[in-house]
Each structure stands twice: as structure tokens, then as C-alpha cells.
């Protein structure tokens, strides 16, 4: 997992995604490891998109609550 993420770092969200289904496809029985993996693009994603501080504020949000989180609208230029 760990050399995946390191990969992925470096890659473009086509390659990212390429990885990530050849990594999960490795471990179709384990939910675990697709989580992670699924987290680990979505972060990716994430951060190329909205920056550190909305992706840390995602994540915080999904692992609180999302029905108790406010979402303000941001603009991306």
C-alpha cells in the first residue's frame, strides 16, 4: 500500500485510476484494501481539486457526520 500511494503521488488522475484498479482487482476479497485504496485516490483527487485545507475539512467531515456538517459553496479559479 504504501509503495501504491508513493506511485500515486506522482501520477496523473488517469494513472491514479489505472493503479488503483489494478491494486484492488490484487485484492478483491479484502474490503479493507479497497477502502484504502478508494481513499487514497479520493484524496489525491481531492487535493489536485480544492487544496490541503478543503480536503482536510472532507475527510473530517465524512469521518464525523456528513448529515451534521455545514457546506459553504467555494469558488475554484
Not at 489505472?18 to 484492488?24: G, L, P, Q, R, T
Not at 485484492?27 to 478508494?38: C, F, I, V
Amino acid at each position: 500500500m504504501k509503495k501504491l500511494k508513493k506511485q500515486i503521488k506522482n501520477d496523473k488522475p488517469k494513472q491514479i485510476l489505472d493503479e488503483v484498479f489494478n491494486f484492488a482487482d490484487q485484492y478483491q476479497q479484502d474490503p479493507m484494501a479497497l477502502s484504502a485504496s478508494l481513499l487514497v485516490v479520493a484524496k489525491t483527487i481531492y487535493l489536485d481539486i480544492l487544496g490541503p485545507e478543503q480536503t482536510s475539512d472532507m475527510f473530517y467531515a465524512f469521518a464525523q457526520d456528513l448529515e451534521n456538517h455545514e457546506y459553504k459553496k467555494e469558488t475554484i479559479h
